[in-house]
């Protein structure tokens, strides 16, 4: 089957669910001269009507320390006995052959900013099972102060340990419902 160049341009009609199996939600954040990245595992989204919807729930971050994975659902950072989830909702989806703007709000820690994702977007195919699929890419950085995720410790030499700019990154792979 091939795509048309209107079907390029548009997002997939129709109700689409989340796979969860196959997509992920992470983050990277510089630390003390390196990187440091997590995920989460309790993730769901939906596109329906041109609109993308997602959230991830905070208990489930993984990182690979386990102590950490605490420290990160406590008040310094996420919070998650009081903001046990964060939260996506677009407002556009621009769409240019392969590759996707979405504009929207993110909720972090009971504080919602505008946001733009950036990424590509997969044509619809037909899995083994016989479903129409796609997967969607995206990405952006956000401050995480203007969150109130604030917490950080001086390094010997003065400089914080923990950048303020996270990169987001959420790789969707959609299911149209039957």
């Known amino acids: 089957m091939s795509i048309t160049r209107e079907e390029l341009q548009v997002v997939p009609a129709g109700t689409w669910t989340l796979d969860p199996v196959h997509s992920s939600i992470g983050f990277e954040i510089a630390y003390m001269g390196g990187s440091f990245r997590g995920h989460f595992d309790g993730v769901d989204a939906r596109l329906e009507?041109?609109?993308?919807?997602?959230?991830?729930?905070?208990?489930?971050?993984?990182v690979k320390d386990e102590n950490l994975e605490a420290h990160l659902q406590s008040p310094d950072f996420f919070d998650a006995e009081r903001h046990p989830e964060l939260r996506f909702e677009s407002s556009d989806i621009e769409r240019d052959g392969d590759r996707v703007t979405v504009r929207g709000e993110?909720?972090?820690k009971g504080v919602t900013e505008p946001v733009e994702l950036h990424g590509t977007i997969g044509a619809p195919t037909v899995n083994a099972g016989g479903r129409d699929v796609f997967g969607l890419q995206l990405e952006t950085v956000v401050d995480r102060t203007n969150f109130g995720v604030n917490w950080n410790m001086p390094l010997p030499d003065g400089r914080p340990a923990l950048a303020n700019e996270v990169e987001l990154t959420a790789d969707l792979f959609l299911i149209r419902e039957a």
Not at 49 to 62: F, K, N
């Open 49 to 62: 009507d041109g609109l993308l919807v997602g959230s991830a729930r905070v208990e489930t971050v993984q």
């Open 106 to 108: 993110i909720t972090i």
